[in-house]
């Protein structure tokens, strides 16, 4: 008896326990603010143009109102240096990942979840462009094609919501924060660009319970 009741105990347990872990997909837009790179002879808008995201998370609710996740996002945002009428741009894009914490407004039987986030992690700059002999504005910066791997901080929210047993739709918005990535937008001699530059994502996707 007392067997059939633990195996009882355990079946009746297993579907909580399943609901434990998450798995999703997301797509999306990516914005970035501008930073400008100054020097004696003048100075230039530095950035990257709106792009689209797109990746995966891997989530874990330890508690009823608070999980956590890995996530995984691969950015498409091309580079851009800005001063008047005079443009120059540069195919790029770039890697993060990180772990975030989630917290909740809702338990994990709720059909609607509200959460903020929030967590750090690292980002790969990535310039991917074909390198030209002369480009617009280099007296002032220079968009290469190289690589520039920065720690990365990331707070964020969104909400949960249960489509079935398994299946849910998920909207999110990010802000990733990192140092200004002077290796692929690197200023010129004597230029210079300081503090921190913020890139939004916003992404729509499904996440499924197991």
Known sequence: MRIAYLITAVVCALPAFAQRYEFGVNGGVSLYNKKTITNSRGSADAGFKTGYAGGISIGHNMYEHVGGEIRYTFLKNDMRLESGSAEATFGAQAHLVHYDF?????????????????????????????????????????????????????????????????????????????????????????????????????????????
Request: aromatic residues 12%.
């Open 102 to 210: 989630l917290i909740h407004a809702a338990d994990t039987a709720a059909a609607i979840r509200p959460y903020v986030a929030f967590g750090a992690g690292f980002k790969q700059y990535r310039g991917t462009g074909t390198e030209q002999l002369t480009q617009p504005l280099s007296n002032i910066g220079l968009l290469t094609k190289t690589t520039d791997f920065k720690p990365m901080v990331s707070v964020g929210g969104g909400v949960k919501i249960k489509m079935t047993d398994k299946i849910w739709l998920r909207f999110d918005v990010h802000d990733y924060l990192t140092e200004f990535p002077t290796k692929v937008i690197a200023p010129a001699s004597g230029s210079s660009v300081s503090g921190w530059i913020g890139n939004i994502v916003g992404t729509g996707g499904i996440t499924f319970t197991f």
